[in-house]
């Protein structure tokens, strides 16, 4: 197993254009986590999945984000009519369960021009 | 929710020194992980520690669940520990997230 793999590693779109980044678990990890980190902070939790469930949506995932987890495999964020302030790294990770070490992928930098 | 607190936020050492860095929590926890966040911004897990102590190599660490901290040691600091640091925590109740810390920049002088 090569851990936790998201693509692409870099994406640049402009203003108002629609972005997809994808993640892809540890295979046997039921849980599937997305964070977003801006500079010069920690990373923020937005979602995450059990399985094919989405159990959980932070404030900070507006309506212009939506995010699946079909057949409770890879994961997919989509962000919608891009932003300057949607510029961050995302950040997925996945574990074996609630409590349980997670683990993160390299990350896809998004820069909004 | 959890509060995460991490001390210092920075942190200058010649290479060759020890180190201490802290994680403040404000809630009981079920997860506590130290990271080292290389140059290209990925996470690397440095240890799951809810409690107990841990050692790797030049580096251990140690949470006291009861008192609400952790603490990462390095020993013998080496230019390639320079980055940035962060703890996580994430608690018995509720959600399942993670919450970081805001991190510690340590950088280590030849």
């Known amino acids: ?93 996945s574990s074996l369960g609630h409590g349980l070490e997670a683990f993160f992928g390299q990350g896809t930098r998004l820069t909004v021009v | 929710g959890i509060q995460v607190e991490q001390s210092p936020p920075d942190l200058i050492l010649q290479e060759g020194a020890n180190s201490t860095l802290r994680c403040n929590f404000s809630d009981s926890v079920n997860n506590l992980q130290w990271f080292h966040q290389n140059p290209w911004g990925q996470l690397i897990n440095l240890f799951y520690i809810p409690s107990g102590t841990k050692q790797n190599g030049r580096l251990s660490a140690t949470t006291v669940a009861t008192e609400r901290y952790s603490l990462l040691y390095i020993s013998s600091s080496q230019t390639t520990d320079s980055g940035v640091y962060f703890c996580a925590a994430g608690t018995n109740f509720g959600n399942e997230k993670l919450t970081f810390g805001t991190g510690t920049r340590l950088t280590i002088i030849p």
């Open chain 1, 1 to 93: 197993d090569t851990g936790v793999s998201q693509n692409p590693r870099h994406k640049i779109t402009k203003r108002g254009q629609n972005v997809t980044f994808r993640c892809d678990p540890i295979s046997e990890h039921n849980r599937l986590y997305w964070y977003r980190q801006t500079l010069g902070q920690g990373p923020e939790f937005l979602t995450y999945f059990q399985n094919e469930a989405q159990l959980e949506k932070s404030r900070l995932l507006s309506d212009r984000f939506s995010a699946e987890r079909p057949k409770g495999s890879f994961s997919t964020l989509e962000i919608q009519r891009t932003e300057q302030g949607d510029s961050a790294m995302y950040l997925c990770a």
